[in-house]
């Protein structure tokens, strides 16, 4: 195996079982996302509600409040046909305070990672992610949705698509002669939902989303990439874990700067269970399932419970495993290997390692 490969297995107490460079500070790739994602379900609270407010009065459209990490078309569709006829054929959009900021990508993402992102520009106020079906011709509202299928691509801009759709909307509405004439209709998106999909498809935009929200939260003023990484190691700080080494650059582990350790991560899935927190723990993708679809089919029997990650030359996996209960977390790093190697290897490692336990 070429590379560095480092792992850390721990039993249902926290004792070390197996561990090889568990304190190597290493780019985790996509597991960067339990972190984001259990710092959000403990800072927020399980029961959180994104909450997003439109307004209708003659002819404008007004957009304000929290983010809308899975506003799609056609729930967007819905939303437009209860205010429609307040907007009349050709409303003017306006987007209001948002609690995070509007800044569009984290200055350390690399240019040859772009394959990896699977979404246009973060921001605020966003459907379908800022992705669009790819394609020529009108704007199909109801085909906006499942931005991480091969079908679509990021949108140049975002707000320009949230105006598009608005407006496809309207025409529909008007068109069919049902439009309804509310003044203000409330969307909301349970922090659950929103976790549970970043984990499941390994969603870049909605870890990006949360680790600004984090920010917004902890400071009560505007979040952005620099409060959100700093109230998320204060999170682990709090939680009793060695940070001692580490750092945060995003939330979703896209950047290269992003540096965590097996022993931090393994141990973060233990203080998960200690915490009664198994609800968050089963989020993560399980075999055959999210993206786990097509791996550890053989091992569905153990209970697993783990997000992958993988960037050029990185790949890992960190989760836990309920036959016996283990925490782990592996992760290889500066592989001069095919990509689509790492992850077989990684699989081969914790089959074996599950033989032994």
Known sequence: ????????????????????NGQLSLMPASNMKIV??????????????????????????????DPTPLLDGPTLKDIIGQLSGNLGKFPEITFGKSPIDSVAYVPTWELED???TYQSKISPFSVNEGSVPKGTGPLDITRLVNPHGS?????????????????????????????????????????????????????????????????????????????GTRAILNFLDQLGLDTDG?????????????????DLLASLIHTIRENGDGEFLRLLPTPGKGTLQKRLAGLSHLGIYAKTGSIGYCASLTGFMEKP?????????????????????????????????
């Open 36 to 65: 984001t994602g259990y710092a959000a379900y403990r800072t927020l609270g399980k029961d959180f509600r994104f909450k997003t407010t439109f307004a209708a009065d003659e002819g404008r459209l007004s957009v304000s409040g």
């Open 325 to 357: 209960q283990v925490s782990f977390s592996i992760i290889i790093n500066n592989s001069t290997e095919p990509g689509e190697t790492l992850p077989r290897q990684i699989d081969a490692f914790l089959s074996e390692m599950a033989k032994k336990l």
């Open 114 to 116: 772009r394959k990896y």
């Open 1 to 20: 195996m070429k590379g560095i490969f480092a792992y850390t297995f721990l039993d249902s107490k926290g004792n070390t079982i197996a561990s090889q």
């Open 151 to 227: 079908g679509h691509k990021p949108a140049r801009n975002p707000a320009r698509l949230f105006d598009s759709a608005v407006k496809a909307a309207v025409n529909y509405f008007s068109q069919e002669g049902t439009a309804k004439d509310q003044d203000q209709v409330l969307h909301s998106e349970n922090l659950v939902d929103v976790i549970s999909h970043m984990e499941s498809v390994s969603c870049n935009f909605s870890a990006e989303i949360l680790q600004k929200y984090i920010g917004h939260q902890s400071t009560g003023k505007k979040g952005g990439w620099k409060n």
């Open 246 to 262: 580490i750092a945060i650059s995003d939330g979703s582990g896209l950047s290269r700067l992003n540096l965590l350790k097996t």
